[in-house]
């Protein structure tokens, strides 16, 4: 059995501390000779799982292995390091990656030279690390959310000692630039605004397990969405976990209002965010969306709850009616803008009474798409220590009842497409017809047409022929 050398381990009260000033780094690039050596021409295989904050730090860590000569595969069987990027948001998400990781142990027998590598957000919790320690020997190297920027640093160890390593760094305040970056697509792409959050809202682990918020300076996201245009990209969609607070943190005037405005006038066809926090969306946001064309008129605003008493337990700092204001709010000056939203069923000693207040809710707002879940508890936040008395089967049947109400409206929203015309961009061929081309719509709808492959990256126009609830079909509309 190897040696395990722990680089540094997970802390939760140092991820609670909200008080460093943040500090602005550039990326070093550092590998040995011996690592070059080792890796170059190699082949890794990485797979993630969860948010979009993952997908980025995806391409990230892709950008620095092939910057070592490595070349990706979609074929765990035939690499020779293998990275699973994770997600601790909810336990369902863990499951999955515990069965992957057993998975491991029959490949790693066939190719005993492969190193195996394990990041994200599980591993920013002592209690997994010790687990995955314990059972999983041929787990080589676990590193957490702030180390993708120790990467090289880890692998120039392992090849000098050939250890187990654990490295996770509580570095709150940390930004880093110049990351070495290769990107999953061609058309679309995510920047990160912001790393972190502080909501601490009291189900969620994001805030331990990504740290406190701290915004990218103005100008360096500004430049890679410059670049982006220059690529050709034709969507950003601009990442944060909360966007709407960004450049609280840098006390020099910068709001997210200012950078969207900048961001949108740089000729990018498409612009997006994610996420919103109900309560910091301000009206100067509302007013740069209505003045720009190419920002999707599309929000995605989470409201977890539509009962007053729950959103406070969950310390969501508005109330139903505060959220309901907003949207009319966006509504008169957006009249076309459509929501989607988040939404959490049975956390602790949820009343039926309450639950039905999300249903009120949900039918008030008419969502056109929603993103449902079950309360997972999360071991170390604070709801996780509340007792509850509502049963898991009591949850799937309220689960159930939100689903039907929300795709009621979702049905409605997709039939009223037919016969209208939208603009696509096509991303791909259909995965299930190859004949058919596949885009999304200005309102995140995907839809499927007809049409030749070389119309991939394109924006193109659609003619909406027959909704289903969560995809259209249509045909091309030729001007
Ligand atoms: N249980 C269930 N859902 C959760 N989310 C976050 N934490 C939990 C949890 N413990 C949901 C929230 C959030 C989305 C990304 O995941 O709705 O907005
Ligand atoms: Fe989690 Fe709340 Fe932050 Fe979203 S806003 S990441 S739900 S703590």
């Not at 609670?16 to 780094?25: E, G, L, V």
């Not at 061609?186 to 994001?206: D, E, H, L, Q, R």
């Not at 965010?273 to 190419?294: E, G, Q």
């Not at 839809?447 to 492959?453: A, E, I, N, P, R």
Request: aromatic share 10%; net charge neutral.
């Amino acid at each position: 059995m190897k040696n395990i050398e722990f680089i540094d381990v997970p802390s939760i009260e140092k991820a609670k501390s909200r008080k460093i000033k943040s500090k602005y780094y550039d990326y070093n690039f550092n590998p040995t000779l011996k690592t070059l050596d080792a890796l170059k021409n190699k082949k890794y295989f990485i797979r993630t799982y969860g948010c979009q904050a993952n997908i980025r730090d995806e391409e990230i860590i892709s950008g620095i292995l092939n910057r070592l000569g490595m070349i990706k595969t979609n074929n765990e069987e035939e690499c020779h390091l293998a990275i699973l990027n994770t997600c601790a948001v909810r336990e369902n998400a863990e499951d999955k990656v515990y069965g992957q990781i057993g998975d491991f142990k029959n490949i790693k027998s066939k190719n005993k030279d492969l190193i195996f590598m394990i990041c994200g957000c599980m591993i920013e919790q002592k209690h997994i690390i010790d687990l995955i320690l314990e059972k999983f020997p041929y787990v080589d190297i676990m590193f957490g959310t702030h180390n993708i920027v120790d990467l090289v640093t880890l692998l120039n160890k392992y090849f000098e000692e050939k250890k187990r390593y654990v490295f996770v760094s509580s570095r709150e305040g940390d930004v880093f630039e110049n990351l070495p970056s290769s990107r999953n697509e061609t058309y679309k792409a995510f920047v990160n605004i912001s790393y972190g959050c502080n909501n601490f809202c009291t189900y969620c682990i994001v805030p331990y397990t990504r740290g406190r918020e701290r915004s990218r300076l103005s100008k360096e996201i500004i430049a890679e969405c410059k670049e982006l245009v220059e690529k050709g990209y034709k969507e950003i969609t601009l990442l944060g976990q909360n966007v709407d607070s960004y450049g609280k943190d840098l006390n020099n005037g910068d709001t997210f209002a200012k950078l969207l405005d900048e961001v949108a006038s740089l000729n990018i066809p498409r612009l997006r965010f994610l996420t919103s926090y109900p309560s910091d969306f301000k009206d100067d946001v509302i007013d740069v969306m209505a003045k720009h064309d190419n920002i999707m008129k599309f929000i995605h605003l989470p409201v977890q709850s539509g009962s007053d008493e729950i959103l406070r337990l969950m310390n969501r700092r508005y109330n139903s009616k505060e959220y309901l204001d907003l949207i009319n709010r966006i509504r008169s000056k957006i009249p076309n803008i459509e929501f989607s939203t988040d939404i959490i069923v049975g956390f602790p000693n949820e009343t039926y009474d309450q639950f039905k207040e999300t249903i009120d809710l949900v039918q008030k707002v008419h969502y056109t798409s929603a993103f449902t879940f079950i309360y997972s508890p999360r071991e170390g936040t604070p709801a996780a220590r509340l007792n509850d008395n509502v049963t898991y089967e009591e949850k799937v049947k309220r689960f159930k009842e939100l689903v039907a109400a929300l795709e009621k409206d979702f049905d409605y929203f997709a039939k009223k497409m037919i016969g209208n015309t939208y603009e696509v961009l096509v991303e791909e061929v259909s995965k299930k017809n190859k004949e058919l081309l596949r885009g999304y719509t200005e309102n995140n709808k995907i839809v499927h047409f007809k049409g030749d492959k070389n119309l991939i990256g394109q924006i193109v126009k659609v003619k909406i022929n027959d909704s289903h609830l969560y995809s259209l079909f249509g045909e091309l509309v030729n001007e």
